[in-house]
């Protein structure tokens, strides 16, 4: 986003709208064509993800919820690796300038980098006849070799999820259409889910926490079937998950308790953004008291195993669940 005097029209977009935002003096204003971090003696953490329109957000979706999503899918990312942000870059790639758009876009992600210390230090502003593209690349900060891996876990460790699953998915169709949205009729409940999927609650309160107590850690990004099968994978162990303890919200369980939907279907759904982690047994009783310090929801959903085959589901007679898919794949 190198931008001196507004030269162009590009320039005058970035000194509008997101040079306020650059209020890190490595950022240099957005003046130059890069940016610095000054070194702390922590190890950088980084992480990106792109979302596009038709995919990650509906065309017709708030531009605040736009803004709020692209940076809060990479901070859940640094949370669960035990890191806290220290800045980020943004790619936008843009139909036209269009300021109704633009102006509460940039006002909503300048807010969310205020409220969880993440400014903006650079990134770049293009045209594009395609969809409308929003990637941010963030970064954090962790002490020297402290960032939590997926390839931790251990036998015997327990399997543990934050906040609730499936609720995004639930948003998502009901903005859809369809029988979800049809029997979704409580208005509440239709705001809540539908506001899971436009604007996740990364667990930013969570990085120590995790960096303290977690073996293996990640976010539920593609859906927690998906993502315990990859978590599991990378550290060469398996797992056995109690289905009736996944944490449904009272939305989420009186659609699958009328069969509106299936719990197979919300595990293997993405969009959740919770940190799923294995904790020591040991250990557990310590991280769910600091858990519950910071004021985020636990849940114990399992146990890891020796063995490298797909984590089992099974149900509360610990017949084992058969799911069509693990997760959402782009590809």
Known sequence: ????????????????????????????????????????????????????????????????????????????????????????????????????????????????????????????????????????????????????????????????????IGDAALGLAILRGGKVHAAASDTAAREMLVGRYRVPQPRVAMAEIVREYASASMDVSDGLAGDLTKLCGVSGVSAVVDLEQVPLSGAAQGLVSRGIVGLETLIASGDDYEILCTIPEDRVQAFEAAVQRAGVALSSIGTIVAGNSVPKFVDKEGKEIALERLSYSHF
């Not at 006849?129 to 997926?150: E, I, N, Y």
């Open 1 to 164: 986003m190198a931008s001196g005097k507004p030269a162009s029209g590009e320039d005058s977009l970035i000194a509008r709208y997101f040079r306020p935002l650059a209020t890190d003096p490595g950022a240099f204003r957005l003046d130059d064509d890069a940016a610095a971090l000054k070194p702390s003696g922590d190890d950088v953490v980084v992480t990106t993800d792109a979302i596009v329109e038709g995919v990650h957000f509906l065309p017709d979706d708030p531009p605040e919820t736009v803004a709020r999503k692209a940076l809060r899918v990479n901070l859940s990312d640094l949370a669960a690796k035990g890191a806290t942000p220290a800045g980020f870059v943004l790619a936008l790639a843009l139909r036209s300038a269009d300021e109704a758009w633009l102006e509460p876009f940039a006002t909503a992600l300048g807010e969310d980098a205020a409220l969880f210390g993440c400014p903006l230090v650079g990134g770049d502003t293009v045209s594009t006849p395609g969809p409308l593209m929003v990637s941010v690349t963030a970064f954090g900060r962790v002490p020297p070799g402290k960032m939590v891996h997926r390839s931790g876990a251990k036998p015997g460790e327990r399997v543990m999820v934050t906040g609730t």
